[in-house]
């Protein structure tokens, strides 16, 4: 809902109470503070499971969703952001990867793909279903019906999430050690491949606050009509689901930073072809090769925070990690919303991305990163 929908409300905002790009992209930026909250959600979860950390989430979400047709002002618009998004790391990526690797780890590639394809199923539905509530009534109805969609995520949750009770609490079982293994935060700090995975992500991350919400005003600001925009939109969410699966895979037989490289190098290609869509074939192309390498990202960042580390003490140390990710939340919905209002157009946030993944090729390059086998 937060990338692949979320520009479907910037000029519905802009036409309602005069705001810039910039102040409604800066709603984003809100994500940083849900970095700051991860370490502690993390915690948590190694300590009494995954469940109550995805339920409390999910409906913390839903709540700031319901509340958004009361609106008046922007601080209102930022108030709410902050409920949506302090959470945000609750209801997905901590849980997720926990999960994944506790039940699956043996074949975590591909479940970590198959798992995360959640977040691409989204911005596959999302988007025409989110334009078809715009047509037929207001960004208000369709903030309401997201709400109600949420709530039922949670309750959902409550009831279908399990995990090994071996797994809540390792130091009830004498041979729980054997099931789940991995570094101290202690251990962590201490490691230098540890500073290079989190430098990596923070700036592959990037590209969700400073490109994928963007990706619709962006081709519709280069002449593309609407309706094509939205497709293409649903393009790159579909090929998102894809390339999870498929780089997920593949890790089980590479070590996930080479195959995390190739998801950056086609997210650089991806961006170059779609950036001035004139051409229609480059614009699918583009589009297509920059979801299913984008895609990939979203599995890849967990799977090699396990394989370098481990499992046991994951909640701890990707919560510690998406505290560093504050910063590519932060910075790029501005960097984003500053490129259209000074330029009227994302060139420049679309060419500063494609440094930052060419940085990040050049640290898995020299990085190298000590696989933690797992018993």
């Not at 309706?227 to 790159?236: D, K, R």
């Not at 394989?307 to 910075?331: N, R």
Request: proline residues 4%; glycine residues 10%.
């Amino acid at each position: 809902i937060s990338n692949y929908a979320f520009s479907f409300y910037i000029e519905p905002l802009q036409v309602e109470f005069g705001w810039t790009r910039t102040q409604i992209n800066g709603a984003l930026s809100m994500w940083a503070l849900g970095s700051l909250t991860a370490p502690f959600l993390g915690r948590f979860m190694d300590k009494n499971g995954s469940r109550q950390v995805i339920v409390f989430s999910l409906l913390l979400m839903a709540l700031s969703f319901l509340l958004r047709p009361l609106m008046t002002e922007l601080w209102h618009w930022y108030g709410l952001s902050v409920m949506q998004f302090i959470c945000f790391s609750g209801a997905a990526l901590l849980p997720a990867g926990r999960l994944v690797g506790v039940w699956f780890p043996k074949t975590r590639g591909r479940v970590m793909g198959l798992t995360m394809m959640g977040n691409n199923f989204g911005g596959l539905v999302m988007p025409p279903i989110v334009s078809l509530l715009l047509l037929v009534g207001s960004w208000q109805s369709s903030y309401l019906i997201l709400g109600i969609v949420t709530v039922g995520l949670a309750v959902f949750s409550f009831f279908a999430i399990r995990e090994p009770e071996v797994a809540k609490d390792d130091s009830r079982y004498g041979t729980s050690t054997s099931v789940l293994t991995g570094w101290t935060m202690r251990q962590v700090l201490r490691n230098r491949a540890f500073y290079v995975v989190t430098l990596v992500i923070v700036l592959g991350n990037f590209i969700y606050s400073m490109v994928l919400s963007q990706v619709f005003v962006h081709l519709t600001t280069e002449g593309i009509s609407k309706g094509v925009a939205a497709a293409a939109l649903s393009v790159l969410a579909a090929c998102g689901m894809a390339g999870k699966l498929v780089f997920g895979y593949i890790t089980e037989r590479v070590p996930t930073r080479f195959v995390m490289m190739l998801s950056f190098s086609g997210q650089i290609v991806g961006m170059l072809l779609f950036l001035n869509p004139a051409n229609p074939i480059m614009m699918w192309v583009g589009v297509s090769l920059f979801g299913f390498c984008m895609g990939a990202f979203g599995a890849l960042g967990p799977l090699l925070v396990q394989e370098s580390f481990g499992i046991k003490y994951f909640g701890s140390i990707m919560g510690s990690i998406s505290l560093a990710m504050a910063v590519s939340f932060a910075l790029g919905p501005i960097i984003a919303g500053l490129s259209f209002d000074h330029t009227g157009q994302y060139h420049i946030a679309l060419y500063t991305m494609i440094a930052m993944l060419g940085l990040g090729i050049v640290l898995l390059t020299q990085a190298r990163v000590r696989p933690f086998g797992e018993s």
